[in-house]
């Protein structure tokens, strides 16, 4: 594939360029200290996230929580794909100390799972980037990056050409769930928020106005669902384990991330007690 885009040092970016950015990123690893946790199954969010990221003792702000309702009630969940979630992904360098620590893969699952089992709408929220997508004039730091890694990759929007097992592709653990002629897989959005796609349409056409949304990552797309839902009238409550971020030198997404959800979603739940919510709600 050609691009017209440039790589994050800002030279010209070809295939042999991106294959050597992904390279670089996944190398990153281990100067960001991911490699030592790379090849570990992943768990609940261990004790020792559980008190890096613990909710305050003395909260400053109301306590403001959300209410299943069946039929009015969906899970969203934004790009459950290897390039994010599998140490196989060209971002995992950066972002699998979270999922990690966060036990974000598994997770994610036990959401699919329970709403399954209560008959609750699932819907997806995918990335996906086609070749016409390289051709842009300008993006923002992030989109410079995932650009240049060939993240979230597809040659073509009408084929599936290559796309199982590549980075675009689902988590193969989410197949069962995703593919089961149930899910509404909506059409990609492009930069973070669900703005470009058709989430909002399916959603109204389904009665939906209450979401528990998961996935990634915490501080960029996930965010910029939960920010965009709420404009639109939604209540949304997400799921804080069940997502996760980057951890660079320019911070830490997931802490950035959190703090935001506390201040501005329905309910910030962990997955256990999402899990007993949705079955309780069912």
Same mark, same amino acid.
């Given at each position: ?8 040092? %800002?030279?010209? !970016? $070809? ?8 390279? =670089? *990123?996944? @190398?990153? #690893?281990? +100067?960001? &200290? ?61 972002? %699998?100390?979270? !999922? $990690? ?8 699952? =036990? *959401?699919? @799972?329970? #709403?399954? +089992?209560? &008959? ?64 509404? !897989? ?97």
């Amino acid at each position: 594939m050609k691009h017209d885009d440039h790589d994050t040092c %800002g030279c010209n !970016v $070809t295939p042999e360029q991106v294959d050597t950015a992904r390279r =670089r *990123l996944l @190398a990153g #690893a281990a +100067a960001t &200290g991911a490699a030592a946790i790379a090849g570990s199954a992943a768990h609940a969010a261990t004790p020792e996230a559980r008190a890096l990221y613990a909710d305050p003792a003395d909260p400053g702000l109301p306590q403001i929580d959300m209410e299943i309702t069946p039929g009015r009630t969906a899970l969203v969940v934004t790009d459950p794909q290897i390039d994010f979630l599998s140490e196989d992904g060209v971002t995992w360098g950066v972002v %699998g100390e979270s !999922v $990690t620590e966060q036990g974000t893969v598994d997770n994610i699952e =036990r *959401l699919f @799972a329970a #709403a399954k +089992a209560a &008959g609750m709408p699932v819907f997806i929220s995918p990335h996906y980037y086609y070749p016409h997508d390289h051709k842009w004039q300008f993006e923002g730091t992030l989109e410079k990056t995932m650009h240049a890694i060939g993240m979230f990759d597809r040659p073509d929007a009408l084929s599936l050409d290559g796309f199982e097992g590549s980075g675009a592709d689902w988590m193969p653990q989410y197949k069962k769930y995703i593919e089961d002629g149930e899910t509404i !897989v909506c059409s990609p959005h492009k930069v973070y928020g669900p703005a470009q796609n058709d989430l909002n349409l399916q959603l109204r056409k389904r009665g939906i106005d209450k979401v528990i949304l998961a996935g990634m990552s915490a501080n960029l797309c996930t965010q910029a669902h939960l920010y965009e839902l709420l404009e639109l009238g939604y209540e949304v409550a997400v799921v804080r384990d069940a997502t996760a971020g980057a951890k660079v030198p320019e911070g830490d997404g997931y802490l950035a991330a959190i703090i935001n959800f506390r201040m501005v979603a329905n309910g910030v739940w962990w997955t256990d007690d999402a899990v007993t919510r949705i079955a309780r709600g069912a």
